[in-house]
């Protein structure tokens, strides 16, 4: 196994982890009847949600629009998601790189 292949391990199961503590989180809310009433009570854990804001104010000073709305969507989408496409992008670059 390659280190692509690892790394790639390592961010599906960390995405898969993930994914399953927002699930418990949801469901032992404290506000458990919003859920009966079909309200979902979903909260999508990103990279600004752990790490702060104020590490992330640099974005806004990125003087191209399409690179600074791309590194915004980057840092506020699901962090499940974003570990799953590291991990899939980890495995292509071994698909592409390793020796036949």
Same mark, same amino acid.
């Given at each position: 196994?390659? #280190?692509?292949?690892? %790394? $790639?391990?390592?961010?599906?199961?960390?995405? *898969?982890? /993930? @994914? $399953?503590?927002? %699930?418990?989180?949801?469901?032992?809310?404290?506000?458990?009847?919003? /859920?009966?009433? *079909? #309200?979902?009570?979903? #909260?999508? @854990?990103?990279?600004?949600?752990?790490? *702060?804001?104020?590490?992330?104010?640099?974005?806004?000073?990125?003087?191209?629009?399409?690179?600074?709305?791309?590194?915004?969507?980057?840092?506020?989408?699901?962090?499940?998601?974003?570990?799953?496409?590291? $991990?899939?992008?980890?495995?292509?670059?071994? %698909?592409?790189?390793?020796?036949?």
């Amino acid at each position: 196994m390659s #280190k692509f292949t690892i %790394a $790639g391990l390592v961010s599906c199961l960390a995405s *898969g982890i /993930i @994914l $399953g503590f927002q %699930a418990i989180a949801t469901l032992m809310d404290p506000s458990a009847s919003s /859920i009966a009433k *079909g #309200k979902t009570a979903w #909260k999508n @854990l990103t990279l600004v949600d752990s790490i *702060g804001q104020e590490y992330f104010e640099w974005i806004d000073t990125i003087s191209w629009v399409s690179i600074q709305s791309i590194a915004d969507y980057i840092v506020n989408m699901p962090l499940y998601i974003l570990l799953l496409s590291i $991990g899939i992008l980890c495995f292509l670059i071994n %698909a592409f790189t390793s020796r036949m």
